[in-house]
Nanobody, 128 residues
Framework: QLQLVGSGGGSVQPGGSLRLSCAASGFAAEENCMVWFRQVPGKKREEVAALYQRGRTTFYADPVKGRFTVSLDNWQNVLILKMNNLKVKDNAIYYC?????????????????????WGQGTEVTVSS
């Protein structure tokens, strides 16, 4: 059974950091296109970052470039999103997802419908 379980969300002040995790089971994350999306209630889900470990490829949305880092703990099969210098605009529920490697190879990581397996979401609150 393919499963993703997200964790690590919480509340921080602007400028703070958080580390989100997404534990994968039933498949090898390094062989897939792994992605983080986020969603504010009432708004469309938006892409954040993606990783294809075998292809040594990462992608970042412009609003998070230079602040967020996506990586994979191959041993634990856990996708990680390290978020630094958090801003109020980063408030959202963060979701991890899995798609076929082709999604990353052709660069279509920002298309939500390309990802069939989703985690349950973890909430990030940035507030002073």
């Amino acid at each position: 059974q393919l499963q993703l379980v997200g964790s690590g969300g919480g509340s921080v002040q602007p400028g703070g950091s958080l580390r989100l995790s997404c534990a994968a089971s039933g498949f090898a994350a390094e062989e897939n296109c792994m992605v983080w999306f986020r969603q504010v209630p009432g708004k469309k889900r938006e892409e954040v970052a993606a990783l294809y470990q075998r292809g040594r490829t990462t992608f970042y949305a412009d609003p998070v470039k230079g602040r967020f880092t996506v990586s994979l703990d191959n041993w634990q099969n856990v996708l990680i999103l390290k978020m630094n210098n958090l801003k109020v605009k980063d408030n959202a529920i963060y979701y991890c997802a899995r798609g076929p490697e082709l999604v990353c190879t052709v660069g279509s990581w920002w298309v939500e419908s390309n990802f069939a397996t989703w985690g349950q979401g973890t909430e990030v609150t940035v507030s002073s």
